[in-house]
């Protein structure tokens, strides 16, 4: 019954590799977001889609590339991992009119 | 650059006791959000309060907000020790097609018995 999931909840990968997290939301909602949370608990928006169609996408590297196949799905794709990338990923999705985001337990990725 | 600090980055208390976080932010908001993350977790939406509301309740939440001053504050009442956990302002912006939640510093906060 979870109302957003990511996997895989940790990922341990060396630098160069490419990596997917996946996401998905079953609350119907219209909008999708990857953020990322740094060592010092700082969250920044990384990108956000409604209904398939990107619609933020915050100065990230073009190595990282979202995917969203249909708008329960949201899937984060990294290549050629650095060491910066380390952090935990987290997905959330909301009503585009703006209520309260639901937010996913996190994907924490390790690059060594 | 970040939109929003809070202040205290920490604050220990006793259980039973009230604990008041604020929060600042920069510019013009649609509504602000609290969220708590409990260590290794996601974010839960704690409560919301939109532009033209000046207090808003939830249990033993009660958060203010005050816009000619851009901040908020969120307390928590008759405090437990579950209610240790990190906790985060974020404001929200609406954009074309979407809204942007931009979040705080976060206030770890620590109930102890």
């Known amino acids: 019954d979870t109302a957003v999931s990511q996997t895989p909840k940790y990922l341990v990968t060396q630098m160069g590799n490419d990596k997917s997290i996946k996401c998905e939301q079953n609350?119907?909602?219209?909008?999708m977001y990857w953020y990322k949370q740094d060592s010092k608990k700082f969250l920044k928006i990384m990108f956000s889609?409604?209904?398939?169609?990107?619609?933020i996408n915050e100065t990230v590297p073009n190595r990282f590339s979202p995917k969203s196949p249909d708008k329960a799905h949201l899937n984060l794709h990294i290549n050629s991992l650095e060491l910066g990338d380390s952090a935990v990923y987290f997905c959330a999705s909301s009503q585009v009119t703006g209520g309260g985001y639901t937010f996913g337990s996190g994907t924490r990725l390790t690059v060594v | 650059s970040q939109q929003g600090e809070e202040d205290p980055q920490a604050l220990s208390i006793q259980e039973g006791e009230n604990a008041t976080m604020n929060c600042s932010y920069k510019t013009s908001i649609n509504n602000l959000q609290w969220y708590r993350q409990n260590s290794g977790r996601g974010l839960v939406h704690l409560i919301l309060?939109?532009?033209?509301?000046r207090e808003k309740h939830s249990g033993r939440l009660r958060v203010t907000l005050d816009t000619s001053k851009k901040s908020s504050s969120l307390l928590i009442t008759a405090s437990r020790a579950a209610d240790t956990a990190s906790y985060f302002c974020?404001?929200?912006?609406?954009?074309?097609?979407?809204?942007?939640?931009?979040f705080g510093t976060g206030t770890q906060l620590k109930v102890e018995l």
């Open positions: 974020a404001t929200v912006i609406l954009t074309g097609g979407g809204n942007k939640l931009t």
């Open positions: 309060i939109r532009s033209n509301e």
């Open positions: 609350l119907g909602h219209d909008t």
């Open positions: 889609y409604n209904n398939k169609e990107l619609i």
